[in-house]
């Protein structure tokens, strides 16, 4: 039994989908409020809970051989990122569950100070690295999907607005490519134990993004690039009235600030051990959204 958590997630919904095409039988870990009917048809084992209840990660994790760490924070680093995977980890122990794969992100091990996801995640990864599971951690830079969204609006629209300096380098992965990696990643042996850092097949200019989009959606684009100032400016307003918002918006400046971007070696190592060649965000875009 594959346990996954954050199930209705971009990451979490492919990884659910994977794993009952090849008959796997899975516990997807839901919210009361979310929608999850699709993994239900699929043959999913609901389990309906709070990750921050931990009377229910241990309910979820019983009879449980894999798990699989796919969910998101909400803003609140501290109780999902941080508390949930230690709980989830201690009960992946207690378990003795085979194998646990956690979805960490590009730069955790940066040391950014102002990005509370990233520094939460970071001191997961060490206590997974400490617990002796076998374990996968899976590193990867921007989602494909997360930009779907944005490639709707130009198609729409002719416009993409740009945060921050348009040369700072980035690897977008494929979000069916991620999750294809992450179901693979309980069987296949490179990637047992390791921290792997997972990027599309190209180092993109953050500015290549909307002419990629001109190129699919046969659009001039309209590029608005606004300064970081302007976040900064944000963060300094949602800080009287609320201090996680603050903090959330500390990470979402810290994605913008920086470079995230995978090295060649490190794609074809990536292509090497899970033996697939990696979608390009182009490729990825099209199968979506071009008509």
Do not use: W
Not at 232 to 238: A, E, F, S, T, Y
């Amino acid at each position: 039994m594959f346990l996954v958590t954050g199930a209705t997630g971009d990451i979490g919904r492919r990884v659910v989908r994977l794993l009952r095409q090849q008959e796997k039988p899975v516990r997807a870990f839901v919210r009361l409020t979310s929608r999850y009917s699709e993994l239900e048809h699929r043959g999913a084992d609901i389990f309906i809970g709070d990750l921050q209840r931990e009377q229910d990660i241990q309910k979820a994790c019983q009879g449980v051989k894999y798990i699989i760490s796919a969910h998101g924070s909400d803003s609140d680093a501290l109780s999902l990122d941080y508390r949930a995977n230690i709980e989830l980890i201690d009960q992946a122990k207690a378990n003795a569950v085979e194998h646990f794969v956690y979805i960490s992100v590009l730069g955790a091990d940066r040391g950014y100070e102002d990005a509370p996801v990233f520094k939460a995640k970071r001191a997961v990864e060490l206590y997974l690295q400490a617990s002796g599971l076998n374990y996968t951690i899976l590193r990867p830079a921007g989602l494909a999907s997360n930009l779907l969204p944005l490639a709707e609006r130009f198609r729409e629209t002719g416009l993409y607005l740009l945060i921050g300096d348009p040369k700072n380098r980035t690897s977008i992965i494929s979000t069916d490519d991620l999750a294809k990696i992450v179901v693979d990643s309980v069987t296949v042996p490179g990637a047992r134990n390791q921290i792997l850092s997972v990027g599309g097949p190209e180092i993109l200019l953050r500015k290549d993004i909307p002419q990629i989009f001109s190129r699919i959606f046969n659009k001039e684009p309209v590029l608005i690039n606004s300064p970081l100032f302007a976040i900064d400016g944000l963060r300094g307003v949602l800080g009287l009235f609320n201090s996680q918002a603050q903090a959330g918006l500390g990470t979402f400046r810290t994605l913008l600030a920086n470079e995230f971007f995978c090295t060649k070696e490190e794609i074809a190592n990536l292509e090497r051990i899970f033996n697939f060649q990696l979608e390009t965000l182009e490729t990825f875009v099209r199968r979506y959204l071009a008509d």
